[in-house]
């Protein structure tokens, strides 16, 4: 068993290369992630019956 593959993903220049082609494919991800996070935590939850709507930032 090799570990070429472990050591290659020390090496600055292979590893910016593939962080490069995986950006795209992580990003859309995180931002449909966070779109449905915001929504929830502004839009869902109910405002709290002491602080009202101010309650719902902390989300």
């Known amino acids: 068993m090799?570990?070429?593959?472990?050591?290659?993903?020390?090496?600055?220049?292979?590893?910016?290369?593939?962080?490069?082609?995986?950006?795209?494919?992580f990003a859309w991800p995180a931002g449909l992630l966070i779109v449905a996070g915001l929504w929830g935590g502004l839009v869902l939850a109910p405002p709290d019956?002491?602080?009202g709507d101010g309650f719902r930032i902390i989300y």
């Open 2 to 25: 090799t570990w070429t593959w472990f050591h290659r993903l020390a090496s600055p220049p292979y590893i910016y290369t593939l962080a490069a082609r995986l950006t795209p494919w």
């Open 49 to 51: 019956y002491q602080q």
